[in-house]
């Protein structure tokens, strides 16, 4: 990338380094709207908002951090998410560097002008909590009879609106019964600890355990919170040398829910926990846990600690079977159709969605999404090729990764009789140019390589080349029906296994 500019979608090159830097700053927006788009306010408050670009170096950008904990965090645990937003809208970017910026540098304030840490949960202090915003102390946030200090709950994860079937009734049996436990009886089971990969419906269930304590048991003291939100906790009674009042509240619980327990980090972080979990569940305090493993693989817990996790129940949720994923359609598609009568799925698009998307509730509501807006957009129902080309990027992660560039070469070339040393050959002739143009857009659709990458596998092109190929495809699709049609048809032709 070329450094006197920032490219990317939408972006015009400008020199001067003042214009450098607004223009940077203009782009780094639209990435924190993605990053609190797909990861939500709390995640990005907590982990995101004090992240600011600083430049672009080549096809690399730098950004910086408060803390070196901050840095190796983000490092470890969401690089390819935040590289893959920084690539979609600068563009052409692969490569991130995470550096601490020095103490007093301050944080510019967020894209809707509040200050950028300003949703990030403040720490416990032998004072109260304070408010983040605003310095003062808050008015109590009532959650099942106290102070909730945890993370928020979703209104929509209740376990009316949880769907059930062979992958998950056990866990979805477990969480009811620990839900509807009377105070003061032998507990069934404890802790209840919860494993699945990500989108299966272990958050759905911990927040539906949460509302219906409340509902059922007011008095009941229950906090809900990520393990993230836990450790910020942490870190800030540590920071103000005032650590008893935090270990004061999270023991007084009477219901302690923790979830993305696989992200708990740091050996004291980590005893600390064990200090609470010992102690709630020897004063036979519920505790239920979710995560992406079973105990058994957390690698970085301390193996007494995992031995604990494994000494209650332990339930796993698998993916949903095609009949579970039918009904979860449906249940979206009517819930949608209540809200919007003009949205109109046919149920053949129902059944491709429901036979392609083999992921979990998450993966077929975002799909089921994306063929509403297709439909809002185009203004009448969708066949079914168009509801395929509109997933195309969200089908089957696994055939982007089975598919090869040399695969989109061969095909390209055979379909416009063109050979593939032309295609990788400078030659400006138009039946070249056009074959190899849609070259690079099935390999940046169909693929997970970056621009630079499919730059370089089609003869050694710069980035920059690739990127306007691919806006160029997208261009004529969109006014070329007959141009739609065949690309459509190599997208298929390369699906086929």
């Known amino acids: 990338m070329n450094t006197s500019g920032v490219g990317g979608t939408g972006n015009v090159g400008v020199t001067g380094k003042d214009e450098n830097k607004i223009e940077l700053r203009d782009v780094w927006d639209r990435v924190v709207v993605r990053l609190r788009a797909e990861l939500g306010e709390e995640l990005y408050a907590s982990w995101f908002a004090r992240m600011e670009p600083e430049e672009v170096a080549g096809t690399t950008l730098i950004v910086s951090l408060p803390t070196r904990f901050l840095q190796n965090w983000v490092r470890t645990h969401y690089y390819e998410k935040v590289l893959k937003i920084v690539d979609h809208e600068f563009g052409g970017i692969d490569a991130l560097t995470m550096k601490v910026r020095p103490r007093g540098v301050p944080v510019r304030p967020a894209v809707n002008g509040n200050e950028a840490n300003t949703n990030a949960p403040a720490p416990f202090t032998a004072a109260g909590r304070q408010d983040a915003a605003t ?34 009734s056990l866990a979805h049996s477990a969480s009811r019964r620990v839900a509807d436990a009377a105070p003061g009886l032998p507990l069934s089971f404890n802790p209840l600890y919860i494993h699945a990969n990500a989108g299966l419906g272990k958050t759905h269930l911990l927040h539906a355990i949460s ?24 870190l800030g009674a540590l920071k103000a040398k005032d650590v008893l009042p935090f270990k004061d509240y999270f ?24 200090h609470t979990f010992n102690s709630l569940v020897d004063m036979k305090r519920q505790v239920i846990i979710a995560a ?9 817990i301390d193996g007494r600690m995992r031995s604990r996790l494994a000494g209650g129940l332990v339930v796993d949720i698998q993916a949903p079977d095609l009949d579970l994923r039918r009904r979860i359609l449906r249940t979206r598609l009517d819930g949608a159709m209540l809200k919007d009568a003009a949205i109109t799925v046919s149920d053949e698009i129902l059944e491709f969605i429901a ?7 998450r ?8 063929i509403i807006a297709s439909q809002i957009h185009m203004r009448t129902p969708l066949t079914v090729d168009q509801a395929a080309l509109a997933l195309r990027d969200l089908v089957q992660t696994t055939d982007m990764q089975r598919i090869k560039i040399d695969d989109i070469l061969k095909v390209v070339g055979r379909h416009f009789n063109v050979p593939k040393a032309d295609l990788l050959s400078p030659r400006r002739a138009r039946s070249i140019v056009r074959p190899r143009q849609i070259g690079m857009y099935l390999a940046k659709t169909l693929t997970t390589r970056s621009l630079p990458e499919i730059g ?4 050694g092109r710069d980035h920059s080349t690739v990127l306007h190929a691919v806006r160029k495809i997208e261009e004529l699709m969109h006014a070329d029906e007959k141009m739609s049609r065949e690309v459509n048809m190599l997208i298929r032709l390369l699906e086929q296994p």
């Open 251 to 274: 023991q007084s619980v009477d219901v302690l829910l923790i979830d993305d327990f696989q992200f708990l980090q740091g050996t004291s972080m980590q005893q600390e926990f064990c």
């Open 211 to 234: 509302w219906r304590i409340r509902q059922v048991h007011p008095a009941r003291k229950v906090l809900y919170l990520t393990a993230e939100r836990f450790m910020y906790h942490f």
């Open 456 to 459: 370089r596998r089609f003869g």
């Open 363 to 370: 993966e077929l509501e975002g799909a089921l999404n994306r």
């Open 292 to 300: 992406d493993l079973p105990p058994a693989q957390l690698d970085s």
């Open 135 to 168: 310095g003062a102390a808050p008015g109590p946030r009532s959650f099942g009879g106290a102070d909730e200090r945890g993370s928020s709950l979703d209104h929509n994860y209740t376990f009316e609106t949880f769907l059930t079937g062979p992958s998950n």
């Open 355 to 361: 036979n392609r998307i083999t992921g979990g509730g």
